[in-house]
């Protein structure tokens, strides 16, 4: 089912520093492109979402970055806090059927 | 605004035994998804219900169905489990934007 593939598994940042995640997804009808934090115990929680006609969505401190030709986007965590450590997937959707990539299991040393 | 929430939180049952894991929508929404989280992996998308309808189905076998009631609310249901079904079980809500999603914070399924 893997259709989204997600790098890196986990990521050390320090306070302050930039995270980024990247994903590849391969099925050209996705058309939505979200991206969800989990952290333990609790349910995926939508962070920010693209549509494949832009390239760049900016929320305070998250941007996703959005290539169509490359079939790439990634997530940019600018000013990294230590209360983002969490585990953070991204996602491609088309219709009903939404497909997740492995996670990035993400920690902010203070 | 009521969350998406699930029941129950967590349960063990042994190999061969069935089980029915409940959702309740968050308010305003009539399209709920169920989804498969193994440990250390992203969710697995099972089927998606929009009203009282099977509105799409991911990989899974047919011992994996669901319902929707009418008041959107929906339940999960596994026959003869397996070992490899232990999991945790999510369960999202969504209105008129397909895509996005709202998360209860899941039902965690162990087999033995």
């Known amino acids: 089912q893997q259709q989204v593939k997600q790098s890196p598994q986990s990521l050390i940042v320090q306070k302050g520093g930039i995270s980024i995640i990247n994903c590849a997804y391969e099925n050209t009808a996705f058309d939505y492109f979200p991206w969800y934090q989990q952290f333990p115990g609790k349910g995926p929680a939508l962070l920010i979402a693209?549509?494949?006609?832009?390239s760049e969505k900016k929320e305070g401190r998250f941007t996703i970055s959005f290539n169509k030709s490359a079939k790439q986007f990634s997530l940019h965590i600018m000013d990294s806090q230590p209360g983002d450590s969490a585990t953070y997937f991204c996602?491609?959707?088309?219709?009903?059927?939404?497909?997740f990539g492995a996670g990035t299991r993400l920690t902010v040393k203070p | 605004e009521t969350g998406v929430t699930q029941s129950p939180t967590h349960l063990i049952k042994t190999r061969g035994q069935q089980v029915t894991l409940r959702c309740s929508s968050q308010?305003?929404?009539?399209?709920v998804s169920w989804y498969q989280q193994a440990l250390g992996q992203g969710p697995q998308f099972i089927f998606q219900y929009y009203r009282e309808e099977e509105n799409g189905r991911g990989n899974f076998p047919p011992r994996f169905s669901g319902l929707q009631f009418p008041n959107y609310s929906s339940e999960l249901n596994v026959n003869a489990l397996e070992l490899d079904d232990s999991a945790l079980y999510l369960c999202a809500s969504s209105a008129y934007r397909p895509g996005e999603l709202f998360f209860g914070e899941g039902s965690r399924l162990t087999v033995l």
């Open positions: 996602a491609a959707s088309y219709n009903n059927d939404m497909r």
């Open positions: 693209i549509r494949p006609d832009v």
């Open positions: 308010s305003g929404h009539n399209t």
